[in-house]
């Protein structure tokens, strides 16, 4: 069974930096492109960042420049780097990965668990 473990929330001052974490475990044939969502209290899920298998990087407008998205692909991990957060950053953060368990099965977005990041100011 796949598992996306995400690590690294926490609390934070306004202007500091958290680095998240994602882990993909069990079996499973490749990842494609993973991502981190969040979801601040009475606000729907977005999209804040996301990286292809190849690298390739996208960010929401409200993150672009203080949040870098980064991935292993030999230990299959997935890191978020916020830098100068502010109180608008506080959400839970949700690491995504798109996964086939075969090489003939079909994609499957998978969804961690969250992990609380809260700045104060």
């Known amino acids: 069974q796949v598992q996306l473990v995400e690590s690294g929330g926490g609390l934070v001052q306004a202007g500091g930096s958290l680095r998240l974490s994602c882990a993909a475990s069990g079996s499973f044939f490749s990842i494609n492109a993973m991502g981190w969502y969040r979801q601040a209290p009475g606000k729907q899920r977005e999209l804040v960042a996301t990286i292809t298998n190849v690298g390739t990087t996208d960010y929401a407008d409200s993150v672009k420049g203080r949040f870098t998205i980064s991935r292993d692909n030999a230990k299959n991990t997935g890191d978020l780097q916020m830098n100068n957060l502010n109180p608008e950053d506080t959400a839970v953060y949700y690491c995504?990965?798109?996964?086939?368990?075969?090489?003939?099965?079909?994609?499957?977005?998978?969804w961690g668990q969250g992990t609380q990041v809260t700045v104060s100011s």
């Open positions: 995504t990965a798109s996964i086939r368990n075969s090489g003939r099965a079909s994609w499957r977005v998978y």
